[in-house]
T-cell receptor, first 112, second 113 residues
């Protein structure tokens, strides 16, 4: 079945450091891919998405590129801030389907 | 304001006592879904609904029921809760036309003793 694998956390970085959170997936067909962010005590909110191969999603300085050849959707940010501390989830929805598969989440701590 | 609401936000109950967690959205979304979040497991889909009277199982449906009688509401029913259903529950909704990004409620923390 479909699956999403994320790098384990927690990830601890200093402010202004470069961030990469790895995400790889297994799916039949051509899924849509998402990154969601969960701040403490809140529900998830969409960070960015990509719906086809080579698409790049971007938002708030975060970027991720849909790589079909490596089945990956890694999240990057050039310079993190303390306010980026949160849990990040990679997710997919398969083409024509409505089941959603989430990764286990990666907790990010950013130190001032 | 576009939002997904859940009630209650916190609930402590005992094994076997039926309970319902309500979910409502005001965005006229066709798709609604329930997830549970457990440490180290991420979010797992319990049930989803593609429209009124259309529901289907997610990955962990055992012990749960849902109904979709109105487009805006999608309650989650635990007819006989057990301690392994202690978890954080999220409801979400999306349009089926705009790339399926989901809007999440604030969560319901359920403890079953």
């Amino acid at each position: 079945g479909d699956s999403v694998t994320q790098m384990e956390g927690p990830v601890t970085l200093s402010e202004e450091a470069f961030l990469t959170i790895n995400c790889t997936y297994t799916a039949t067909g051509y899924p849509s891919l998402f990154w969601y962010v969960q701040y403490p005590g809140e529900g998830l909110q969409l960070l960015l998405k990509a719906t086809k191969a080579d698409d790049k999603g971007s938002n708030k300085g975060f970027e991720a590129t849909y790589r079909k050849e490596t089945t990956s959707f890694h999240l990057e940010k050039g310079s993190v801030q303390v306010s980026d501390s949160a849990v990040y989830f990679c997710a997919l929805i398969n083409t024509g389907g409505f089941k959603t598969i989430f990764g286990a989440g990666t907790r990010l701590f950013v130190k001032a | 304001e576009a939002q997904v609401t859940q009630n209650p936000r916190y609930l402590i109950t005992v094994t076997g006592k039926k309970l319902t967690v309500t979910c409502s959205q005001n965005m006229n979304h066709e798709y609604m879904s329930w997830y549970r979040q457990d440490p180290g497991l991420g979010l797992r889909q319990i049930y989803y609904s593609m429209n009124v009277e259309v529901t289907d199982k997610g990955d962990v449906p055992e012990g749960y029921k849902v109904s979709r009688k109105e487009k805006r509401n999608f309650p989650l029913i635990l007819e006989s809760p057990s301690p392994n259903q202690t978890s954080l529950y999220f409801c979400a909704s999306s349009s089926v036309r705009d790339g399926r990004e989901q809007y999440f409620g604030p969560g319901t923390r359920l403890t079953v003793t």
